[in-house]
T-cell receptor, first 116, second 109 residues
């Protein structure tokens, strides 16, 4: 099946710094990718839709200046958490549908962010 | 409002017992419904979707539009079924998924 990778798998940073998380589709192209956030023992919350070659679409309540998304190529989307604060600590997960198969999402393994 | 509700946080059964994980949804339109599973220390993966009408690992789920439900069932639970199960909804061909809160299934020997 299709594989989606994320890097790094975990990151610890100081408050006020920015952190970049990469999401890659390894064996397929993805014009669209999705970014989710998961709090401990809670569900996944959709943050934004990353669109290759155009601006990301953010869900209501998600600060676009806080969570910068760039979809530079058909296999890479990046999420940058700017000026991170402890409340941004969470598990960030990306997903991508196989081209032409909007129904099936392939998920990355997630990135654990801890802001001190 | 679009919403997926999984009323049980934890479902604990003995091996060989029947399992039913409940899922109800709210959506103004015709959604696609899915069940995703996350085994310990693994990534989220698709278990089944309503349009396929298939049985995966002995699990089935029937979409009941009248009751707006998509319960996941298995007649005889196995220990390897222990995992977190998420019901999810997608609408309007956007690919976006709205997840329920998740249910932890614990199958005891």
């Amino acid at each position: 099946g299709a594989v989606v990778s994320q890097h790094p798998s975990r990151v610890i940073c100081k408050s006020g710094t920015s952190v970049k998380i990469e999401c890659r589709s390894l064996d397929f192209q993805a014009t669209t990718m999705f970014w989710y956030r998961q709090f401990p023992k809670q569900s996944l919350m959709l943050m934004a839709t990353s669109n290759e070659g155009s601006k990301a679409t953010y869900e209501q309540g998600v600060e676009k200046d806080k969570f910068l998304i760039n979809h530079a190529s058909l296999t890479l989307s990046t999420l940058t958490v700017t000026s991170a604060h402890p409340e941004d600590s969470s598990f960030y997960i990306c997903s991508a549908p196989v081209a032409g198969g909007q129904e099936t999402q392939y998920f990355g393994p997630g990135t654990r962010l801890l802001v001190l | 409002a679009q919403r997926v509700t999984q009323p049980e946080k934890l479902l604990s059964v003995f091996k060989g017992a029947p399992v039913e994980l409940k899922c109800n949804y709210s959506y103004s339109g015709s959604p696609e419904l899915f069940w995703y599973v996350q085994y310990s220390r693994q990534r989220l993966q698709l278990l089944l979707r309503h349009i396929s009408r298939e049985s995966i690992k002995g699990f089935t789920a029937d979409l009941n539009k009248g009751e707006t439900s998509f319960h996941l069932k298995k007649p005889f639970a196995q220990e390897e079924d222990s995992a977190m199960y998420y019901c999810a909804l997608s609408g309007s061909n956007t690919g976006k998924l709205i997840f329920g809160q998740g249910t932890t299934l614990q199958v005891k020997p």
